[in-house]
């Protein structure tokens, strides 16, 4: 069965450090990966998205996440962390299930941001 | 993308009633999907609604406690029947992401009293 694993339930960084969100998936072909941010009170969005091609994808406010097949992770990258950036991160695998395609998210990441 | 619009953006249920929540996008899409996100939880199917046909509900969930209507390729509605303070939660719909683009209403925040 897919699934997606996010090991860590909350993590705290200062604002101007490097960031790294883990994810890991499981799902027996090439799966499409996905990560959102999810603000408080907000609704969800998509940072970026890997289909195919160049596993180093970047995607916006900065992010950047790489596909390593090898070890079936899809890891979210920041440089350098702004306070705004404290929020609810979601990994996601897009899988086809019965000839329908769908989301199954991870449990979630929540980050925040230490002045 | 496809802009997808939900109502309403939140309300406050008495239990044992039942509350309607309307999806519509800009695009005719084939598969809209509903999710439920519970508090402090992540994100979890509800069900799968094509038109023209009965919604495909994920294990855990059926038909007459989440009622799904797909009267058009632009419009559904889920419904949240007999309500419990365990549905407090955000409802959210969403298009097939491989043909629509990659997005989620704003979602609909449900507290049942």
């Given at each position: ?21 883990r ?93 | ?19 309607t ?24 199917l ?34 949240v ?25 704003s ?7």
């Open positions: 069965a897919q699934s997606v694993t996010q090991p860590d339930i909350h993590i705290t960084v200062s604002e101007g450090a490097s960031l790294e969100l994810c890991n998936y499981s799902y027996g072909a090439t799966p499409y990966l996905f990560w959102y941010v999810q603000s408080p009170g907000q609704g969800l969005q998509l940072l970026l998205k890997y289909f195919s091609g160049d596993t180093l994808v970047q995607g916006i406010k900065g992010f950047e996440a790489e596909f390593k097949r090898s070890q079936s992770s899809f890891n979210l990258r920041k440089p350098s962390v702004h306070w705004s950036d404290a929020a609810e991160y979601f990994c996601a695998v897009g899988a086809l299930t019965s000839g329908t395609y769908k989301y199954i998210f991870g449990t979630g990441t929540r980050l925040k941001v230490l002045a | 993308s496809a802009v997808i619009s939900q109502k309403p953006s939140r309300d406050i249920c008495q239990r044992g009633t039942s509350l929540i309307q999806c519509q996008v800009d695009s005719q899409v084939t598969m809209m999907f509903w999710y439920r996100q519970q508090p402090g939880q992540s994100l979890t509800i069900a799968t609604a094509n038109q023209g046909s009965e919604a495909t509900y994920e294990s855990g969930f059926v038909i007459d406690k989440f009622p799904i209507s797909r009267p058009n390729l632009t419009f559904s509605t889920l419904t029947s007999n309500m419990s303070p365990e549905d407090s939660s955000i409802y959210l719909c969403s298009v097939d992401p491989t043909e629509y683009g990659y997005t989620f209403g979602g609909t925040r449900l507290t049942v009293v």
